[in-house]
């Protein structure tokens, strides 16, 4: 069965740190663009970050650049998102979600995680 | 910047009955290269994650019922429900994949539910 599992979610105080990973299985991981994307509570969805399958090209959201990295270990089929300087409005569930492989560069999230939550909270 | 808007923010339809979600971007989303609308639609039910639903505008993902078809390009695009059935209660959220450097943009969202 194709999966993904999030974990690391927390209650950590502003300009804190966290570490969010996400363990895949079920398929062949490193062919696939991975992502993070984040759901605050009452608000749509947001895209938060990016990975190539070999984990030499990164993207992030201007409004964690510079705060979280992603990377990611192939070996052991998972995804991380390395966030720090946590703010209250990065209080959200953090989805992973598998995007295109084989080369492709442009397409959809096919398969997501079921999220992890994260508090930013004094 | 790509811009997604949704309209309506909500709906509510009877069973059986057609809904229709429309998501219009800021700019077209028509990669001229493939020819290809990068758009796509999901679901969200309560507790869960979203669910792909509709990819490059108009092709079902393996396992959705067809009541569910994509339409449109360049910057307008429809979601429709053909027959409402009880499950399809939740919140759509249409999503551009088209720029770079990647923003990914979902739409606000539709909660849809039953009248």
């Known amino acids: 069965e194709v999966q993904l599992v999030e974990s690391g979610g927390d209650l950590v105080q502003p300009g804190g740190s966290l570490r969010l990973s996400c363990a895949a299985s079920g398929f062949t991981f490193s062919t696939y663009w991975m992502h993070w994307v984040r759901h605050a509570p009452g608000k749509g969805l947001v895209w938060v970050s990016r990975?190539?399958?070999?984990?030499?090209?990164?993207d992030l959201a201007d409004s964690v650049k510079g705060r979280f990295t992603i990377s990611r270990d192939n070996a052991r089929n998972t995804i991380y998102l390395q966030m720090s300087s946590l703010r209250a409005e990065d209080t959200a569930v953090y989805y992973c979600?598998?995007?295109?492989?084989?080369?492709?560069?442009?397409?959809?999230?096919?398969?997501w995680g079921q999220g992890t939550m994260v508090i930013v909270s004094s | 910047d790509i811009v997604m808007t949704q309209s309506p923010d909500s709906l509510a339809v009877s069973l059986g009955e057609r809904a229709t979600i429309n998501c219009k971007s800021s700019?077209?989303?028509?990669?001229?290269?493939?020819?290809?609308?990068?758009l796509a639609w999901y679901q969200q039910k309560p507790g869960q994650p979203p669910k792909l639903l509709i990819y490059?505008?108009?092709t079902r993902e393996s396992g959705v019922p067809d009541r569910f078809s994509g339409s449109g390009s360049g910057t307008d695009f429809t979601l429709t429900i053909s027959s409402l059935q009880a499950e399809d209660v939740a919140v759509y959220y249409c999503?551009?994949?088209?720029?770079?450097?990647?923003?990914?943009?979902f739409g606000q969202g539709t909660k849809l539910e039953i009248k």
């Open positions: 700019q077209s989303v028509l990669n001229r290269s493939s020819n290809k609308n990068c």
């Open positions: 979600a598998r995007g295109p492989c084989c080369g492709r560069t442009t397409g959809s999230f096919d398969i």
């Open positions: 999503q551009q994949y088209y720029n770079s450097p990647p923003e990914y943009t």
């Open positions: 490059w505008a108009s």
């Open positions: 990975i190539n399958p070999h984990g030499s090209d990164t």
